[in-house]
């Protein structure tokens, strides 16, 4: 049993790595903490009794969480929110991923990320944020509306 749940999270990781990669790579902005981020999550769902019914959310749900247990580890946390919350250095329109995500609540800001970088659809969202469809999709077109108003306002 262990083999093939093994050789199932191989197979599973070889399907997703390129949007778990980029997924944790968009919450972390740093190459080496988003591989970390994913090797902690499939250690985890390894570690667990019985794989979960609806994989796909399940791991990108570890993801997140792994890397947010390694923000409140290393206290990098309070260094991403005051480097979110501070202006630009030289008073020049710019496109920042990081600043215009900034703008966002969590909510709309993961969903966004997830969707965009996870692939993930508003269903499984929605599964791994334990909330209604309809919401998962309000944080989406919402946040959407405040890049959108965020960005036009820096060009």
């Not at 988003?34 to 902690?40: F, R, W």
Request: one cysteine or more; charged letters at 30%.
């Amino acid at each position: 049993m262990a083999n093939s749940v093994a050789e199932y999270l191989r197979m599973f990781y070889e399907l997703h790595r390129k949007e778990l990669f980029a997924y944790a790579a968009a919450l972390t902005g740093n190459q080496a903490a988003a591989e970390d981020a994913i090797h902690e999550a499939f250690a985890r769902m390894l570690a667990r009794p019985e794989l979960p019914r609806e994989p796909r959310p399940y791991i990108f749900r570890c993801v997140r969480n792994a890397v947010i247990d390694e923000f409140r580890r290393s206290a990098r946390e309070v260094e991403h929110a005051q480097a979110a919350a501070a202006p630009p250095g030289n008073g020049h329109a710019h496109l920042d991923l990081r600043e215009a995500l900034a703008v966002l609540n969590e909510e709309e800001r993961d969903t966004i990320t997830l969707k965009i970088y996870g692939g993930l659809t508003f269903s499984e969202i929605s599964l791994l944020r334990e909330t209604s469809l309809n919401t998962v999709a309000s944080w989406y077109r919402r946040g959407l509306g405040k890049l959108r108003a965020h960005l036009e306002k820096e060009t």
